[in-house]
């Protein structure tokens, strides 16, 4: 176990060493990884805001996962997007191929909070955009019926016309566990950008809202919710979803 856990912390700063300035994925991770399930998965936003520049803007991601063992979750996912113009929105078009991986650090419960660390690579699929590497320290807690978890990311670009400096930023969910079918909370999202930036608050990008988390049957979990811009960076409002099949 030590082993484990001392390559997978070199690994992940060496990540933060190399890093899309927009955490564009609305899903918080949970630390955790179960062997053997299978997953599928799409997640989406869609921006809604007065300016044109940032209203309509969507993403979508579409993924396949997998429980290798009991530290290990891994998941291939497709990106993609539509983004506004002066005179309308772009079509639809697949931006990247992502490798995401999911490593528990310790059995749940072991210790006060439930550790883990998430490592990706987004390569691109088209040639004018640019691969990025991201790292996320993953932290989980419950208190009673209250779920909390708590992602720390680090983003780098890298390859021709990347942006050299790392960004960072967070991401915090609290849910009620009221039922299996529907467990209310909220979520709040910031993006630092570059971290030797050191951008002032209406610079970053600050949002929060409600989200609702639930099973609709043995195998079908969903999360959705309603993001609010509370700096001037970010959209005036967003909506997020994520719908898993697992088995």
Same mark, same amino acid.
């Given at each position: $176990?030590?082993?484990?856990?001392?390559?997978?912390?070199?690994?992940? +700063?060496?990540?933060?060493?190399?890093?899309?300035?927009?955490?564009?994925?609305?899903?918080? +991770?949970e630390p955790y990884a179960?062997?053997?399930?299978?997953?599928?998965?799409?997640? *989406?936003?869609?921006?809604?805001?007065?300016?044109?520049?940032?209203?309509?803007?969507?993403?979508?991601?579409?993924?396949?996962?997998?429980?290798?063992?009991?530290?290990?979750?891994?998941?291939?996912?497709?990106?993609?997007?539509?983004?506004?113009?002066?005179?309308?929105?772009?079509?639809?078009?697949?931006?990247?191929?992502?490798?995401?991986?999911?490593?528990?650090?310790?059995? !749940?419960? !072991?210790?006060?909070?439930?550790?883990?660390?998430?490592?990706?690579?987004?390569?691109?699929?088209?040639?004018?955009e640019v691969?990025?590497?991201? *790292? !996320?320290?993953?932290?989980?807690?419950?208190?009673? !019926?209250?779920?909390?978890?708590?992602?720390?990311?680090?983003?780098?670009?890298?390859?021709?016309?990347?942006?050299?400096?790392?960004?960072? *930023? $967070?991401?915090?969910?609290?849910?009620?566990?009221?039922?299996?079918?529907?467990?209310?909370?909220?979520?709040?999202?910031?993006?630092?950008?570059?971290?030797?930036?050191?951008?002032?608050?209406?610079?970053?990008?600050?949002?929060? *809202?409600?989200? +609702?988390?639930?099973?609709?049957?043995?195998?079908?979990?969903?999360?959705?919710?309603?993001?609010?811009?509370?700096?001037?960076?970010?959209?005036?409002?967003?909506?997020?979803?994520?719908?898993?099949?697992? +088995?």
């Open positions: $176990m030590k082993l484990k856990v001392a390559f997978i912390t070199i690994v992940f +700063f060496g990540f933060i060493g190399l890093s899309h300035p927009a955490f564009a994925e609305r899903f918080v +991770f179960e062997q053997g399930e299978w997953e599928f998965e799409n997640t *989406g936003v869609y921006d809604i805001d007065p300016h044109k520049n940032k209203n309509a803007v969507q993403e979508y991601h579409y993924a396949v996962g997998y429980g290798v063992n009991s530290f290990w979750h891994t998941e291939l996912e497709l990106e993609g997007e539509t983004l506004p113009t002066d005179d309308a929105i772009t079509k639809y078009k697949t931006t990247h191929l992502e490798w995401e991986n999911i490593f528990q650090l310790a059995p !749940k419960g !072991k210790y006060w909070l439930d550790p883990g660390i998430y490592l990706a690579y987004e390569a691109p699929v088209i040639s004018k691969g990025q590497f991201e *790292g !996320k320290i993953l932290l989980e807690k419950s208190i009673g !019926k209250f779920t909390n978890v708590l992602n720390i990311s680090f983003n780098q670009e890298v390859g021709e016309g990347a942006d050299p400096h790392t960004d960072a *930023g $967070m991401s915090w969910s609290t849910r009620y566990r009221l039922s299996r079918y529907f467990e209310p909370g909220f979520e709040y999202w910031n993006d630092f950008s570059a971290i030797d930036h050191h951008l002032d608050y209406d610079r970053q990008s600050h949002q929060v *809202g409600p989200c +609702f988390y639930g099973t609709l049957s043995r195998h079908i979990k969903y999360n959705i919710g309603y993001l609010f811009g509370i700096s001037a960076a970010s959209p005036r409002g967003e909506l997020k979803w994520v719908l898993e099949y697992e +088995f």
